[in-house]
């Protein structure tokens, strides 16, 4: 495979875990409040809420490491 093959892979690949990541992020991410106007919002039914805090670190070490390869 010449290196022009192996950069276009690798930047697929950083462009995939990107893509995974925000899309994760915004639909794990817990709800916010916009005004006092709203009522509040209802909880996110994710089974996984506890682990919510540990995927951003898992998914940065992941982006981090396809970059520098």
Same mark, same amino acid.
């Given at each position: 495979m @010449?290196?022009?093959?192996q950069?276009q892979? %690798?930047?697929? %690949?950083?462009?995939?875990?990107? /893509?995974?990541? /925000?899309?994760?992020? %915004?639909?794990d991410?817990?709800?916010?409040?916009? $005004? #006092?106007n709203?009522?509040?919002?209802?909880?996110?039914?994710?089974? @996984?809420?506890? $682990?919510?805090?540990? #995927?951003?670190?898992q998914? $940065? +070490?992941?982006? +981090?490491?396809?970059?520098? %390869?």
């Open positions: @010449d290196i022009i093959s950069l892979e %690798q930047v697929n %690949q950083i462009a995939g875990l990107t /893509f995974n990541t /925000f899309g994760t992020l %915004q639909r991410a817990p709800s916010a409040r916009l $005004s #006092q709203y009522p509040e919002p209802p909880p996110n039914p994710t089974e @996984d809420a506890a $682990s919510f805090p540990e #995927q951003p670190k998914m $940065s +070490v992941a982006l +981090v490491k396809a970059a520098k %390869q």
